[in-house]
């Protein structure tokens, strides 16, 4: 039995790291690739299937990139690590640092980060301090303050975070045997967009694997990159994804032109929709790992993307428990009856 040892270790020869580090690793990657048949159903797909982001150690995607930087951070030498986060990278640099015995330091904009996601990054030990400001004005911030401490910046702008995170190509490219037609995620600070589609043009040179068309979803209210220009006040439900000034927006707009794909805006509404459905496949995402999704669907029924025989994954970058209290039916009151049979059969009658 062969077993897993983390992304690293899994995909040395294809990542463009230094040489000979030890990776600090918490296993992450190896997530399910998981069919959604009633999706791909409705659209006439042949095949519609979710890269379930949420199982890896600390319930999201950023754990690949994590694990990557931490342990160069490492290898030279580093104490501290620091980075802004809408929550997700907080809670992953954390239990990395935790791991490896290094401060961390997690800026984050003030009451916009989900409860799941600001508990995990203080069990872990990460000095969280909150600004009165957005992500954008955070990003800012330890980009000047990184230097100072001296601490290393671990967000997206981390070139070795890109390089983890694109074994999630990797990973699809094994599973599947080439590139699905479409690939379809969220876009926010847009270090992802561009890691995918970096690792699958890496394949697709040294193993003529193919690359798929790359679909980036936005917020409507939250969508620099459909606007074109900075969304000075960024508003979605999806506050993983709420941030007005991407990092890295130039090469995702590259990545989804060069791959012949796009980037569109979905609404809020549309966006809970999506995470129901995927609910209702068995798969619970948090709201912005629903908007490929939604971001699909509406090109789809539009007769933009014509997906009737074609493959198309979904990265659903994290994990539902992160962000239950918006979850539409939640707050619904629960059915409460007398702890008897009698009164819970007469309750349970439709
Ligand atoms: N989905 C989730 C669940 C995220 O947490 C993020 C980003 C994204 C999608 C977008 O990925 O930024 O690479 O385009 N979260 C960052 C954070 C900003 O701080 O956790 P991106």
């Known amino acids: 039995m062969s077993s897993w040892r983390g992304v690293l270790e899994q995909y040395r020869e294809w990542l463009e790291l230094p040489q000979g580090i030890s990776p600090v690793t918490l296993l992450e990657g190896n997530t399910p690739l998981l069919s959604i048949p009633h999706l791909a159903a409705d659209w006439n797909s042949s095949a519609a299937y979710v890269k379930v982001e949420g199982m890896n150690p600390t319930g999201s995607f950023k754990d690949r990139g994590m ?86 910046l671990v967000n997206s702008l981390n070139p070795d975070r890109l390089e983890g995170q694109a074994t999630a190509a990797f990973e699809i490219l094994d599973h599947l045997g080439g590139a699905p037609d479409w690939l379809a995620l969220p876009v926010g600070n847009a270090g992802n967009i561009s890691a995918l589609w970096l690792g699958f043009r890496r394949m697709a040179e040294k193993r003529s694997s193919g690359t798929p068309r790359i679909l980036g979803a936005q917020a409507a209210g939250a969508a620099p990159l459909v606007v074109g220009s900075p969304v000075e006040n960024p508003r979605t439900v999806a506050s993983a994804i709420r941030i007005g000034r991407p990092a890295r927006g130039p090469q995702a707009l590259a990545a989804a032109r060069e791959s012949g794909g796009g980037i569109v805006s979905v609404p809020d509404s549309e966006i809970l929709r999506a995470q129901a459905d995927l609910a209702s496949e068995g798969i619970w995402v948090e709201p912005a790992s629903a908007a490929g999704v939604a971001a699909a669907r509406a090109e789809i029924e539009s007769g933009r993307i014509d997906i009737k025989g074609k493959t198309i994954v979904f990265i659903a970058t994290g994990h539902g428990l992160k962000d239950p209290a918006l979850y539409p039916h939640v707050n619904d009151p629960i059915l409460t009856v007398l702890a008897n049979p009698r009164a819970l059969m007469e309750a349970l009658r439709t």
């Open 67 to 152: 694990t990557a930087a931490v342990s160069v951070a490492v290898a030279g030498g580093a104490r501290a690590l620091i980075c802004a986060s809408t929550g997700n990278t907080a809670a992953s640099a954390a239990a990395y640092a935790a791991r490896a015995g290094l401060r961390c330091i997690v800026l984050i904009p003030e009451g916009q980060v989900a409860a799941g996601k600001l508990a995990g990054a203080r069990a872990h030990g990460a000095e969280v301090v909150q600004i009165q400001g957005s992500f954008d004005a955070a990003l800012e911030l330890v980009q000047e303050l990184a230097p100072l401490l001296p601490a290393v």
